[in-house]
């Protein structure tokens, strides 16, 4: 059975390096944001799980489209795949990790393989156009 998990998932850059969290009992580190819920907008999904994980407030006036990547879904059986829906926004306060967040870090694209592989994806594009160094 194949299936797809719809995330929306927030791109913050900074001097060449893309803020990421890994999850309690997890080693590998993910761009931070979740999975849908039902009835939830794009921009709903980017504000509340962006508060769950870091605590901070996105500015959705600011919130842009960055582009929606799919790969295989990290940890899960072969055939499940996940859509990750990116965007990047202004924010209002520190990041600091909540909820399921063990530890923020930023990471450089020769971090690439200590993420996951729609992660990875993202990684490579973002290097491509010089975001990523």
């Known amino acids: ?76 059986a072969e055939g499940i795949t996940v859509r990750m829906t990116c965007y990047t926004a202004d924010h209002h306060g520190v990041p600091t990790p909540s909820s399921e967040i063990e530890e923020i870090t930023w990471l450089s694209y020769a971090d690439r393989d200590r993420v996951s592989p729609v992660d990875q994806i993202i990684f490579d594009d973002l290097h491509q156009t010089g975001q990523l160094h």
């Open 1 to 76: 059975m194949n299936s797809t998990i719809d995330k929306i998932a927030w791109i913050h850059l900074d001097n060449g390096k893309i803020l990421s969290t890994r999850s309690r009992g997890k080693n590998a580190y993910y761009i931070p944001g979740g999975k849908r819920e039902p009835g939830e907008t794009d921009l709903d999904t980017l504000i509340r799980e962006i508060d769950e994980e870091l605590s901070i407030a996105i500015i959705p006036a600011t919130a842009t489209h960055v582009g929606t990547y799919q790969a295989q879904a990290h940890g899960h």
